[in-house]
């Protein structure tokens, strides 16, 4: 395996436009060896157009790039080696065997895995010998995986590699990018799932309309809410509504937003915030309609850095 550099992934002014629409729009990002870093946001925010970019798959319009200390030139042949690739979707002869498909996958890669090992790291063993069209959604996914990881790359991709998945499927792929980790892989992974981001990443990256808006680790990026929970109510009544500085006034409140006629609060401490709202909207012949709490979450920062949320966007 060629020497590890400090930086798996590294660009800097990135612009990708097609027509009028620019999807990657100056983008700077730096992926650390050996970690686990995840680009989470909305469908169309620039992921996926980036990732290309990265694996050599599309050419920027402006902006640097270097992948494992080396720049994209020419074929790229002894690059693309080092490297493993899952694509949002992959279309694979049906006719084919999972052994054989992911036999065609490892002659592709001057060393690897066996496709014995293949199947045992996605453990997709028992299906050696079925045919891919016969394979399930989840097991389609895992093949995907294994094919990207049949040359036992040092920098794996994974593009939503969980999209579509049944619960129990996406966590088997969890389980899948868990054990890269351990073995000192490193991994860069898009999703717009942030419970995948928070428990996958060592480090994520908000994007949104091409840009990097907010960069860190999953606990960092929620401590910048500056409160650990998240209260959001609705009201009935006839009385005047409260405004948003009474509601900011309230005790343990950090900050108040409105999301399509209901109220978001970020708060400290519940067990302040919550009876001190209920009292000010008995004062104001209100009560809620409904009223939920929960631990605050990265799509609360993407909402409190963009006013959106991830499905919204």
Same mark, same amino acid.
């Given at each position: 395996?060629?020497?590890?550099?400090?930086?798996?992934?590294?660009?800097? &002014?990135? %612009?990708?436009?097609? #027509?009028?629409?620019? @999807?990657? =729009? +100056?983008?700077? $990002?730096?992926? /650390?060896? *050996?970690?686990?870093?995840?680009?989470?946001?909305?469908?169309?925010?620039?992921?996926?157009?980036?990732?290309?970019?990265?694996?050599?798959?599309?050419?920027?319009?402006? &902006?640097? %790039?270097?992948?494992? #200390?080396?720049?994209? @030139?020419? =074929? +790229?042949?002894? $690059?693309?080696? /080092?490297? *493993?690739?899952?694509?949002?979707?992959?279309?694979?002869?049906?006719?084919?065997?999972?052994?054989?498909?992911?036999?065609?996958?490892?002659?592709?890669?001057?060393?690897?895995?066996? %496709?014995?090992?293949?199947?045992?790291?996605? @453990?997709?063993?028992?299906?050696?010998?079925?045919?891919?069209? *016969?394979?399930?959604?989840?097991?389609?996914?895992?093949?995907?995986?294994?094919?990207?990881?049949?040359?036992?790359?040092?920098?794996?991709?994974?593009?939503?590699?969980?999209?579509?998945?049944?619960?129990?499927?996406?966590?088997? @792929?969890?389980?899948?990018?868990?054990?890269?980790?351990?073995? *000192?892989?490193?991994?860069?992974?898009?999703?717009?799932?942030?419970?995948?981001?928070?428990?996958?990443?060592?480090?994520?990256?908000?994007?949104?309309?091409?840009?990097?808006?907010?960069?860190?680790?999953?606990?960092?990026?929620?401590?910048?809410?500056?409160?650990?929970?998240?209260?959001?109510?609705?009201?009935?009544?006839?009385?005047?509504?409260?405004?948003?500085?009474?509601?900011?006034?309230?005790?343990?409140?950090?900050?108040?937003?409105?999301?399509?006629?209901?109220?978001?609060?970020?708060?400290?401490?519940?067990?302040?915030?919550?009876?001190?709202?209920?009292?000010?909207?008995?004062?104001?012949?209100?009560?809620?309609?409904?009223?939920?709490?929960?631990?605050?979450?990265?799509?609360?920062?993407?909402?409190?850095?963009?006013?959106?949320?991830?499905?919204?966007?």
């Amino acid at each position: 395996m060629s020497a590890r550099v400090e930086a798996a992934v590294v660009c800097r &002014g990135l %612009v990708k436009r097609y #027509g009028s629409v620019t @999807a990657v =729009d +100056g983008l700077d $990002l730096e992926v /650390r060896s *050996g970690e686990c870093f995840g680009m989470l946001g909305p469908n169309g925010a620039g992921k996926t157009t980036t990732i290309e970019i990265l694996e050599g798959l599309n050419a920027p319009d402006a &902006g640097e %790039v270097v992948v494992l #200390g080396e720049r994209w @030139a020419g =074929d +790229g042949m002894a $690059l693309r080696a /080092r490297l *493993g690739i899952q694509l949002q979707e992959t279309k694979y002869p049906e006719k084919l065997t999972v052994a054989e498909t992911l036999a065609l996958f490892r002659s592709f890669y001057p060393r690897g895995l066996s %496709v014995a090992e293949a199947l045992a790291v996605v @453990a997709l063993q028992e299906k050696a010998d079925a045919f891919v069209r *016969g394979l399930s959604g989840g097991q389609r996914q895992r093949l995907s995986l294994a094919c990207a990881l049949v040359g036992d790359p040092e920098l794996v991709f994974l593009d939503e590699p969980t999209t579509g998945l049944d619960p129990q499927s996406r966590r088997q @792929a969890w389980d899948i990018v868990e054990d890269l980790k351990r073995r *000192g892989r490193t991994v860069l992974l898009t999703t717009h799932y942030m419970e995948e981001a928070a428990r996958l990443c060592d480090r994520v990256a908000i994007v949104d309309r091409g840009k990097v808006i907010a960069l860190g680790t999953p606990r960092e990026l929620i401590a910048s809410l500056g409160a650990e929970h998240v209260v959001e109510f609705a009201v009935d009544g006839t009385g005047p509504a409260p405004t948003s500085q009474e509601l900011a006034a309230l005790p343990s409140v950090q900050a108040v937003e409105r999301d399509d006629g209901a109220w978001r609060l970020s708060v400290r401490e519940v067990h302040r915030a919550v009876p001190a709202l209920l009292t000010a909207l008995a004062e104001r012949g209100r009560e809620p309609s409904q009223l939920s709490v929960h631990s605050a979450t990265l799509e609360d920062v993407f909402v409190h850095l963009t006013g959106r949320t991830l499905r919204d966007a």
